[in-house]
């Protein structure tokens, strides 16, 4: 177990223990409120170079990274090489080692194998890697800011602050996740944060979206969709990977709809004060129905909008490296 | 006039192992004895605690020749195997363009009689081994072809394999297949189980193997034909080939050195080295595979040896090609995984006999004129011979071996015993386990 990541990659949220967690997200506060400036901006990173190496197309998770090293007055920079390396005729090892000839201090990597963010950690030992989201291993920075997320609404609702809250609030925190956990990095790096943290977690879904290892998860798999929307404090959903194939692994989308989907009929099963979040982007219509996430109950703008501040505490830790300073 | 002499090595017949002098003159064992007076001008060969046997033959070796010379020759590929105690190779036909016809197996036997080993080639079972239709299996027969695999991918389509056993058995040659279903093995890249899972990659379940495996001892039941079972890797494969033999069935099978020492586990730092189809398997399988080894079922140890240019496994773990190279480990680990006091007669049997066997190696076969292997130690042999020490240790660098490629899964293994000299086709290719 990681305790913390000042000055080391991050690769995975399975190797982190709960104090490494709590610290981005406690970090995280602090930028929180440099994004409320009018200067949003500070030196914490001034001098350092992250290079943005996305393989996969993405724009939020891209811009957002951008965006927290800009803010940390880091130089960024970005490459898009949106076509898998095989194809380009250049290995992987050769792409970073061409990047790493420029002088970085980290990249920031996306990539639609699982494992590359590791094999890049092992061809460059000298800079610190940001797992940006590997095929369908693990997307760190995304449970992260899941885990803001529900501190930050669930704080706000209990009158105290995440700071003050620590981890207490997931102490026995009812979180239902829901749909193509088969193929979701998100799903991986969710769970691994949530049961780190404390939170009771449920899954539900197709028996074909299930992954094989899912009897070695800190989960309990259910069902009943219905009973568990009664039962839950936090329901993730997730996005339907059909680009990856999901489509083959259900009857249909309408079909994945009727079994599977947040409809507003649904969604009358809630509790009250439960919330409703979504990685992006979303298929709606299908795992949600738009009139759903469109309701009070649904979170995803602050998932968005909390992106920022967690990839600030992320770099700001493993590329400043050790010493407890404040990054402000 | 050449003349090698082996001192003093324990010479292992296929039925009892002495202490014994070999005498090699011109290309053939002059006499065995216990002692030997040798002319002044032999080459001598200290055996003492070494093994001395028929020259291992490898039943499964990608020599990339032709279409990917970058990650092997077959010039390279049989110094490699020199250096591991082969004698003789069995070219694999996933070449570029695949060895489908008369020209493409008379070039590779060409190609293979000017290296120091003998190197038969498996011809392609169907056309560019797409799967759909035969290839000219008995053109490729006339030239002394034996076997036959589309080995990489098996014959996917039950009717075609159906058609090319009952094509093949008058040949009087053999199908070799690479048993995996593709759509079952859907695209994976490690063996499925719980640490695919954690790690994201898909997996090739264990089931995508048994199931060709059954479908083709059923086959061979229907078809009265012949199949060898080329690198099972499951535990209970190994139990359902053993099983049909014994119901006296036509099949064989080997077992590959990676998947009777390393598991699943080697792939959880995604490093592509270790991707390989079928792929490394759960503990439980390497267990087996051992145990069958340790009971003596296995038919023949086959290295799989499959070289890739050193960028090809710079790629991402799914985008990497499968395979690694073994030819000049295999003895070792084959010695490692008999045991604490390993039959030196049973090692012999699993990387000479047993093989020679499958790979039907005769002298008058083919075309280009081959020497025989496996044949018992005695006197008018062709001198195929290999001298084994079991007691020295030494540690991989994958920086030493003599193959073109690197990708090695046992770079750093501390292993025990080393094959101290080879002569092959009556030449002494490695002396004090170095080329010659």
């Known amino acids: ?328 | 006039m050449s003349v090698i002499i082996i001192r003093q090595g324990l010479v292992i017949g296929e039925r009892s192992g002495a202490v014994a002098d070999v005498l090699i003159v011109d290309g053939q064992i002059k006499e065995v004895a216990t002692t030997i007076d040798a002319p002044s001008a032999a080459h001598e060969i200290d055996a003492r605690d070494c093994w001395v046997g028929p020259g291992f033959v490898d039943l499964h070796t990608h020599l990339r020749e032709p279409g990917r010379e970058a990650a092997e020759t077959i010039e390279s590929g049989a110094r490699a195997g020199a250096l591991g105690g082969y004698c003789a190779l069995v070219a694999m036909p996933n070449t570029e363009p695949a060895l489908d016809s008369v020209a493409l197996v008379a070039y590779v036997l060409e190609r293979g009689a000017r290296t120091p080993l003998d190197i038969a080639v498996a011809g392609a079972i169907t056309k560019d081994r797409a799967g759909e239709s035969l290839a000219p299996m008995a053109e490729m027969a006339a030239l002394g072809v034996r076997l036959f695999t589309d080995d990489g991918l098996g014959v996917q389509d039950p009717s075609v394999m159906r058609r090319a056993l009952t094509y093949a058995t008058p040949l009087g040659v053999r199908l070799a297949q690479h048993c995996e279903d593709e759509r079952l093995a859907a695209g994976g890249t490690m063996n499925e189980g719980a640490l695919s899972g954690r790690l994201g990659l898909v997996g090739r379940p264990a089931l995508a193997e048994e199931l060709m495996v059954l479908r083709d001892i059923e086959l061979v039941r229907l078809t009265g034909g012949s199949v060898h079972f080329l690198h099972l890797s499951t535990g209970r494969s190994v139990e359902l080939v053993s099983n049909a033999r014994d119901e006296g069935l036509a099949v064989s099978f080997e077992v590959a050195p990676h998947h009777f020492t390393l598991d699943e586990s080697a792939c959880t730092d995604y490093d592509p080295v270790f991707k390989v189809h079928p792929p490394l398997r759960a503990r439980s399988d390497v267990d087996a595979l051992v145990d069958a080894l340790r009971r003596g079922v296995v038919d023949a140890v086959a290295t799989d040896h499959a070289p890739h240019a050193p960028e090809l496994k710079d790629l991402a773990f799914d985008e990497a090609p499968a395979g690694m190279l073994g030819l000049e480990e295999a003895a070792s680990l084959t010695l490692e995984a008999l045991g604490a006091s390993p039959d030196p007669l049973e090692f012999f049997r699993l990387l000479s006999r047993g093989p020679a066997r499958i790979a039907q190696l005769r002298r008058d076969d083919y075309r280009v004129r081959h020497s025989a292997h496996g044949a018992n130690m005695l006197a008018g042999e062709d001198a195929n011979v290999t001298v084994f020490d079991p007691g020295v240790q030494w540690v991989v660098d994958r920086s030493t071996l003599a193959s073109r490629s690197m990708n090695t899964p046992y770079e750093g293994r501390a292993m025990t015993g080393r094959v101290r000299a080879t002569i092959a086709k009556g030449h002494l290719v490695v002396d004090e386990g170095r080329l010659t």
Not at chain 1, 259 to 279: C, D, F, K
């Open chain 1, 1 to 328: 177990m990681i305790d913390s990541i000042r000055g080391r990659s991050l690769l995975s949220l399975d190797d982190l223990s709960r104090a490494a967690i709590v610290e981005v997200l406690d970090t995280a506060e602090s930028f929180v409120e440099v994004n409320r400036r009018t200067i949003k901006k500070v030196p914490a990173l001034k001098g350092r170079v992250v290079a943005s190496l996305f393989f996969e197309e993405s724009t939020r998770t891209r811009l957002s990274f951008e965006t927290a090293a800009k803010r940390l007055s880091a130089d960024v920079l970005s490459l898009a090489v949106a076509s898998s390396s095989v194809k380009k005729g250049e290995s992987l090892r050769d792409t970073i080692a061409t990047i790493d000839a420029l002088g970085i201090d980290a990249v920031v990597l996306r990539h639609r194998s699982s494992g590359a963010a590791l094999q890049v950690s092992r061809y460059v030992p000298h800079v610190r890697v940001i797992n940006g989201g590997d095929g369908q291993h693990q997307h760190p920075t995304q449970g992260l800011l899941d885990a803001f997320t529900i501190r930050q609404v669930l704080s706000e609702r209990h009158d105290t602050t995440g700071l003050e809250s620590g981890a207490e609030l997931f102490t026995g925190l009812k979180v239902l996740i829901v749909g193509d956990i088969r193929h979701s990095r998100v799903a991986r790096s969710d769970v691994a944060a949530y049961a780190a943290l404390g939170a009771e977690v449920r899954l539900c879904a197709p028996g074909t979206l299930l992954p094989d290892d899912v009897a070695t998860w800190p989960v309990t798999v259910v069902r009943d969709f219905d009973e568990a929307l009664g039962w839950a404090d936090v329901v993730g959903l997730l996005r339907l990977q059909s680009e990856r194939g999901s489509g083959a692994f259900v009857a249909s989308l309408d079909e994945f709809t009727f079994t599977h989907g947040l409809t507003v009929e649904r969604a009358r099963l809630l509790q009250p004060g439960a919330l409703i979040m979504h990685p992006g982007p979303m298929n709606r219509g299908v795992e949600v129905d738009s009139r759903v996430v469109d309701s009070p109950k649904a979170i995803v703008e602050r998932q968005v909008a909390n992106g920022v501040p967690i990839r600030m505490a992320v770099l700001y830790l493993s590329v400043a490296g050790s010493g407890e300073g404040s990054p402000l």
